[in-house]
């Protein structure tokens, strides 16, 4: 994963367990992180964003959850398999995407306009 991907404002209210959550997230749902590539370690992570390995984490730990990585001793921590895509997108989850999406967008420093312009631009 290329180190510059993720960023964190550490001036933003968003904790930032949940910037890196919300950017390693929306890179998986994107394809941008492919099913069984390498994640930094927490502690690389950590020192590459000058954090504290805790916080690093926790956003894996919640990523795990959400079952979109794996961690493994040995093989590292990795992009899980994604489920296959319902037919019908469910409000929720569409919400879920939108939010997190909002959150690393506004942790990069982008406004609501900026935000909009992007998706728009991805929708094209």
Do not use: W
């Amino acid at each position: 994963m290329n180190a510059l991907a993720v960023r964190v404002d550490t001036t933003s209210p968003v904790p930032p367990y949940e910037q890196i959550r919300a950017q390693l997230a929306a890179l998986i749902a994107t394809g941008r992180l492919t099913e069984d590539e390498r994640l930094p370690t927490v502690r690389q992570l950590a020192t590459d964003l000058g954090l504290a390995p805790g916080t690093v984490a926790r956003a894996y730990r919640e990523l795990e959850t959400a079952k979109l990585i794996r961690t493994r001793r040995g093989a590292g921590t990795r992009v899980a398999a994604l489920p296959p895509a319902p037919k019908h997108p469910d409000p929720a989850q569409l919400a879920t995407l939108a939010g997190d999406f909002t959150a690393a967008a506004r942790a990069l420093g982008a406004d609501a306009e900026a935000i909009l312009t992007a998706v728009r631009k991805a929708l094209d």
